[in-house]
């Protein structure tokens, strides 16, 4: 060893220099203790003068000694840094091993880690030294030998006058080559429990890693505000694995250093406690690196420093709010005399405060009817930062200002409001411009200081500049000021918006409903879980045409076209419980309410009762269900039902499209209002599909949004005059491979209709002999699948013509329904649905025929020749093209067997189109 310290004799000190230093290892002058042994502090003359230092005497009864003390010298005078501590000398006489280092006048981390003084602008620069320090010894750039600590933990952290931390303490450190691939040591685990990498603990395998796992802790130890463990009562309990947890299910305040706890929300303390996380990684392979620690630390430290800049800007433009009150008062008097004196008058003036970020109207009475704040004074910095000029179109709400594009992501702003009257009803509107793909958008989800609130975008918020304005509350003014936060949620199916800004305006009298009589309106009115504007009762019922959310957004009332009741309850507030709950989800941009009901497939249960019918009107009861991207006008559904207490159940099969496509409906029963309210509960079975219902739709049957009506045909299959042409198909009858009819209509249009023989194929079918068939036989079919395929000569059509193809058949109960998966998607029915019909007493349920409505092309018919028909295609015929492919694929939705489905022949027939 005398060897050794021949290399190091520059820092060789005599002992009777410490001793006079330390007033020969006097118990006051003890500044710590550790694995080495006691640390001293003391004076020591210097070419510059005095200097304090600290000596660490080596005492073999805490567990370390010559190797420890060795490699100490070695390290530090090998590996400098400025985050690492100094060695500034040694002493080995006799029995004496002692090493000095420059003294760190704070102390070590451990110390202070509970100080309510350590800022937390402090711990991330002292955490971002020590990292640091640490990276330097791992050496990222592998221009030097790799240095793993194995020792890391706060107590080994000292701290300057400053607060520049330094690690320390190498006894224990190992060195492995730079530039290795394979970067692991096999020896004995040593360190401080709590702080040991748990793989280096089990498998011995020392790595750089391990030392990242230590660092971990100790960011986790700033954090929180103590070290990692506590030994009471001979009980030695380690804190990791509980924070850790408490990282993991979002309940960091459980355990931050409760001077900290305000700032939880914080950029800076989000991306510090991630990275400290990632330290803590299980496997060797998800911590990061110490060089991309230090990166991130880095970031957390610049996030810090923009947040204590925004803090002094938010207290400075405060200030300047104070100032803008006062101007304002002062401006009030001053313009409304501008005004008084233009020429010609004026009816209003603007002008700007808060740096052009507020814009006032003043009236020729000298007050502020209208504040409006630009969207840049509601943002935080990373949202300013994607404000974008207006494109297209000019800004005439907030001229000159930018927007901020609001589309999927959450927007989340802060409006305040500085030049208010007291005990004024204002209106806080929000300023945006549909962007062109969102043009249809129709519902707006938001919170205001945490209440959460709903409303509908009408057509007539759009003024004439392009720009809505949209009133979001109302609220009464305790003073000047007024401060929201407004949380507006992602849209969905690519929504977007774009936001310029809010206003607050007061709000004029509404028109008293009861002075004209009109008192079926008072209960809506005050039901209303939106804000409504109107100034006549005009104007209040084209509100009500347009629909408005009432009972805290659980019910969507609108007034028909003839004055009619329509009212949608809410699914989520009509369920009964069922065991395990039940599962809700944001519903699309385009639907009623903020939450749709996920069925997984299983039965469920509803009460529903109304409060706004219209008296003595037959009602449908639907099911709505949520609209998808699908662009679909059927939705399949196979849902069996009664109403509660009965034994038998009806089926609805299909869903179909709104007119206004926001939702899918289901027709469930009818029934003849007696008055305002109706109450009954619906039991629904298990299910085959998963099915996202919305709410339960009441509207009038003379007004049924989903069945559209056909043209209508001026002569009907009926009064056609068929003829069996032979002659030319005589070879063909006789080999019975196909057998074709044709028609004229009054307009010269040709009809068509071919045998189920010459374009029926299946997997399973067979053909039959029947008297009742034009043909003489039909085809039989017992498979769930069979195709329509069949080429057509042009001259057997007329020409830029469309037809309508029909399915002539037999009525079958087994299988009233088939998919049509080729060409287009969308079921038809063969047997038309019957729908209950709900008495006036619930005892009293009786079944319908089938229900007299106009003709869907998607609903079968009853000929007057037996037969059942059903549209199955339209088709365009061309001009020029010698023939014309006929391909449809239909197949049962369910892939049941069919048990005998007659099929006698395919039609094709004109659609004429008359004027009215």
Known sequence: MATFLNNFQHLEIQLQEIISATNNFDDSKVIGSGGFGIVYKGELSHPEGKIMVAFKRLDRKYGQGDPEFFKEIRMLSCYKHKNLISLLGYCKEGDEMILMYEHASQGSLDRILNDANLTWSNRLKICLDAAKGLSFLHDPNGSQQRVIHRDIKSANILLDENLNAKVSDFGLSKISPANQKITFLVTSPVGTPGYCDPLYMDDYQLTKESDVYSFGVVLFEVLCGRVCFENSNGTFKVFVNHWKRCYEQNKLDEIIFPDLNHQTDSSSVRT?????????????????????????????????????????????????????????????????????????????????????????????????????????????????????????????????????????????????????????????????????????????????????????VYDTYEREDGW??????????????????????????????????????????????????????????????????????????????????????????????????????????????????????????????????????????????????????????????????????????????KLEGETETSIVYLATETQDGYSFIAELYQFTSNGRTFDLEIVFEDHTDNLEVEGILFQPLGKVEHEQVLEDEKLSNDSLQWTIKKGLFSNLLKRSSGQKGYAVDNNGKKSLMISARGVITSRSMSFMSLLESRFGEVAVITYNRFYIEKKIKSDVVSPETTYACYLVYKSTEDQPILKISYPDDRYIYLVSPKIPIVGQKLDQNTRSQPLKRPKLDYFPRQRSDGWMEVKVRELQTPSAIETINIDISLWTPDDNQVSELIIQSIELRPIVVHSV
């Open 272 to 456: 510090f406690v991630d990275i400290a996380y990632q330290c803590l990684q299980k496997s060797r392979e998800q911590r990061p690196t110490m060089s991309v620690v230090v990166e991130k630390l880095k970031a957390a430290l610049e996030q810090r420093e923009h947040e204590q800049e925004q803090i002094c800007k938010a207290a400075e433009h405060m200030r300047k709010a104070a100032e803008q009150e006062q101007m304002r008062k002062a401006a009030e008097q001053e313009y409304k005399e501008i005004l008084k004196s233009a020429n010609p008058p004026l009816r209003f003036l603007e002008f700007r405060v808060n740096g052009g970020k507020t814009l006032l109207s003043i009236n020729d009475k000298g007050e502020v009817f209208c504040e409006r704040i630009r969207i840049e004074a509601c943002l935080n910095q990373i949202q300013y930062d994607s404000l974008e000029d207006p494109f297209d179109f000019e800004n005439s709400r907030f001229s000159g200002g930018r927007c901020y594009c609001k589309h999927e992501d959450e927007l989340k702003v802060r409006v305040r409001a500085q030049f208010l009257y007291p005990q004024i009803t204002y209106s806080a509107n929000i300023v945006f411009r549909n962007a062109e793909r969102t043009r249809y958008c129709k519902t707006l989800h938001y919170k205001v200081n945490g209440e959460t609130k709903c409303c509908m």
């Open 468 to 641: 809505f304005v949209v009133p979001l509350y109302q609220f009464t003014s305790e003073n000047e000021t007024a401060d929201f936060e407004i949380n507006f949620e992602g849209f969905r199916n690519g929504g977007e918006l774009l936001v310029a800004g809010f206003e607050f305006q007061p709000l004029e009298e509404k028109v008293e409903l009861h002075d004209q009589g009109l008192e079926e309106y008072q209960d809506i009115v005050k039901a209303a879980s939106q804000s409504l504007f109107y100034k006549s009762l005009e104007e209040l019922k084209v509100l009500l045409s347009m629909g408005v959310y009432l009972n805290g957004y659980k019910t969507w009332f609108s007034l028909h076209e003839d004055g009619e009741h329509c009212e949608m309850l809410s699914i989520a507030h009509c369920l009964i419980s069922r065991e395990g709950g039940y599962s809700f989800y944001h519903t699309y941009l385009r639907s009623r309410f903020p939450h749709f009901f996920e069925t997984g497939k299983k039965g469920f249960k509803v009460h529903i009762r109304t409060q706004f019918l219209t008296p003595s009107i037959r009602y449908t009861v639907n099911l709505v269900f949520c609209t998808d991207n699908s662009n679909k006008k059927q939705k399949y559904v196979a849902l069996r039902y």
